[in-house]
């Protein structure tokens, strides 16, 4: 059984396969968003794209970011040899595409949660298809170190977003911003990301607050 997993992980087929199972769980969820105002596997001001996009009826902002994510994500794939959660699938393919969908009129395609699992899959495995094809044509498009280039580079700009996270927090909540304050204060002081210290210390202080009888502010 393992020699006939392990067979089919080396195949391109697998790729493409496992790829469309994660864009049509990232599609899945946006339409959860866009149905409940839950779900989203994106940031806070992404989704606050969306909203306004839902409100205004212009969802220009929402497709032109996520959609230059997408494109620059699937053009470095081949040569760096990842393709980016984040950038690809999470912004361009669970934000990108939906608002494209949104802004010509085919919504549909993405508020049903099922049309959303089968829009999402077959994207995921066309882009996949697309990145092997790609590999293929070019073989010697990637570079040894271009991995650890582009991580490197996506780490240094994330610590950048640490000051945002706060600024974000302590405007939501103050218990909120204080737990995210200290979090991210005990990560620097120990070389550790400071976003990731903001966002746990925000979510602790935020639930202990709200366990202790206190009440957030609605952003639905």
């Known amino acids: 059984m393992n020699n006939k997993l392990k067979s089919f ?15 049509a769980g990232v599609v899945a969820g946006t339409s959860l968003f866009l149905e409940h105002g839950t779900g989203l596997f994106n940031e806070i001001y ?34 760096v040899g ?8 999470m ?6 595409i939906p608002a494209l969908l949104l802004s010509t009129g085919l919504g549909g395609l993405v508020t049903n949660f099922a049309l959303a699992l089968l829009v999402g899959f077959i994207i995921g495995a066309f882009i996949g298809s697309a990145m092997i094809l790609i590999r293929k044509l070019a ?4 570079l040894s170190t271009a991995t650890s280039i582009m991580m490197g580079a ?12 706060l600024l974000s927090a302590v405007a939501y909540n103050i ?6 304050i200290i979090g991210s204060f005990l990560f620097y002081k120990y070389k550790k990301p400071m976003v990731g210290g903001a966002i746990l210390g925000a979510i602790i202080i935020g639930g202990l607050y709200l366990l202790a009888g206190g009440t957030l502010p609605d952003v639905g």
């Open 139 to 142: 073989p010697d498009l990637s």
């Open 82 to 89: 990842i393709l980016d959660i984040g950038g690809s699938l």
């Open 9 to 23: 992980l080396d195949k391109d087929i697998a790729f493409i396969v496992l790829l469309g199972t994660a864009t």
């Open 91 to 96: 912004t361009g393919i669970g934000v990108g």
């Open 46 to 79: 992404i989704g606050e794209m969306l909203n306004v996009g839902l409100e205004t009826g212009d969802f220009t902002a929402p497709a032109a970011f996520a959609v230059g994510f997408l494109i620059a994500r699937v053009l470095e794939g081949p040569l």
């Open 175 to 180: 218990p909120v911003g204080i737990g995210a």
């Open 154 to 165: 996506g780490n240094r700009s994330g610590e950048a977003l640490g000051p945002l996270v």
